[in-house]
């Protein structure tokens, strides 16, 4: 796989992309004044059923999707069909979070506010009234652990420790659901619609506006396993219903080489609040018009069970220095980004890889 797909910065990837985009269709750009980290998308063919791919909710994790979406202008988009392209309009929106892929960070800073905000607890949130935000009170237990002074050792064994006495209890996994109560809390949801969240909805509102259907893909990474002595990296696509679900089997479907992972805890309303799969679904299904979405993670944990515990700590790491010194300790920076976007290049072409079958699948099966 070429390593060329990938980047050293949002100024790159984006230049990539839009030199690769207007070769395969319309380009446009969503700008808003005063924002640095404007959003470029693409859309292909002319179809009433959109197709949605977008990169970068998370910024560290826009380095992937950056390189997702030129491999799909250069590999897939060649052999979709005339017929296929009638039917389907395929939309690429490029680094939602710019902010944080240039400065290699998950989130993006509330510079009015104050806190670190992770985009994907940001969508679909009633910001109006700030008594009535999601709670979850679960993940005040964790808080000063997590935000406690960076100690390689003490700290690793306080979080497994932690993760072993609350594994059952529903207080880990809440961890990462979503907070709106600490700004440099793990997993912050803000205190009103970031600017990238109201680009990145304008842009689907502009995409939906004449849609028969949707299909929205988001890439990510993190979650699974990438097993450093083999290079093989998992995958899988993460579906905000159980499986019975229309959604789940829906994927299951489409992707049939890509692992899906439903949520079974999503009976009565979703687990992660303010993700983006949701408020697209609440925002546009309707009776006659179906929405289909989901998240494709590529797995960057080498340990099934340390791998969640390094990405917290790290986490964790970077706000208390933030909070103490106004800055993130280089080795701390380090090692939250290896957490999410690994430097080996085994990983970087097995994800690519996995990527690769998954775009194959969808269009194939879509050309039925």
């Not at 689907?204 to 929205?216: F, G, K, P, R, T």
């Not at 179906?290 to 069970?305: H, L, M, N, R, S």
């Not at 290896?338 to 099966?365: C, G, I, Q």
Request: proline share 5%; net charge neutral.
């Amino acid at each position: 796989m070429r390593r060329d797909y990938y980047s050293e910065n949002w100024y790159q990837a984006t230049e990539k992309f839009c030199q690769n985009a207007v070769k395969c269709g319309q380009l446009r750009w969503c700008v808003a004044p005063g924002h640095k980290f404007d959003i470029p998308y693409v859309s292909i063919g002319t179809g009433p059923h959109k197709v949605v791919i977008n990169s970068g909710v998370h910024g560290i994790e826009g380095y992937f999707g950056s390189a997702a979406q030129l491999l799909f202008l250069d590999k897939i988009v060649p052999n979709l069909s005339p017929e296929l392209l009638k039917k389907y309009t395929f939309v690429l929106i490029h680094i939602i979070n710019g902010w944080g892929m240039q400065n290699r960070m998950r989130e993006v800073r509330d510079k009015k506010h104050g806190g670190l905000v992770d985009l994907n607890r940001n969508f679909g949130v009633d910001f109006s009234r700030p008594d009535a935000l999601p709670q979850n009170p679960k993940y005040e237990l964790a808080h000063d652990l997590l935000l406690s002074k960076p100690d390689k050792v003490v700290k690793k064994n306080a979080i497994k420790e932690f993760r072993a006495v609350h594994l059952d209890d529903g207080v880990w996994d809440a961890i990462s659901y979503g907070q709106y109560t600490q700004p440099y809390g793990l997993f912050y949801g803000g205190s009103t619609p970031m600017i990238e969240n109201l680009m990145t909805m304008s842009i689907y509102d502009e995409i939906m506006h004449d849609a028969d259907s949707l299909i929205s893909i988001g890439m990510h990474t993190g979650l699974g396993r990438f097993y450093r002595k083999s290079g093989r990296v998992t995958s899988q696509m993460l579906v905000s219903h159980p499986g019975a679900h229309k959604n789940t089997r829906f994927f299951a479907g489409l992707t049939p080489n890509t692992t899906i992972v439903p949520d079974e805890k999503a009976v009565n309303g979703p687990s992660l609040l303010g993700d983006l799969v949701d408020c697209l679904e609440n925002r546009y299904a309707t009776s006659n018009r179906p929405v289909y979405t989901a998240d494709f993670e590529v797995g960057t944990g080498e340990f099934p069970i340390m791998s969640p515990i390094y990405k917290r700590m790290d986490m964790g790491d970077a706000r208390y220095d933030l909070l103490n010194y106004g800055e993130i300790n280089p080795q701390t920076w380090k090692n939250l980004t290896e957490s999410w976007y690994p430097s080996d290049v085994r990983w970087r072409n097995a994800a690519l890889k996995n990527v690769n079958v998954l775009f194959h699948d969808m269009t194939n099966r879509l050309s039925r």
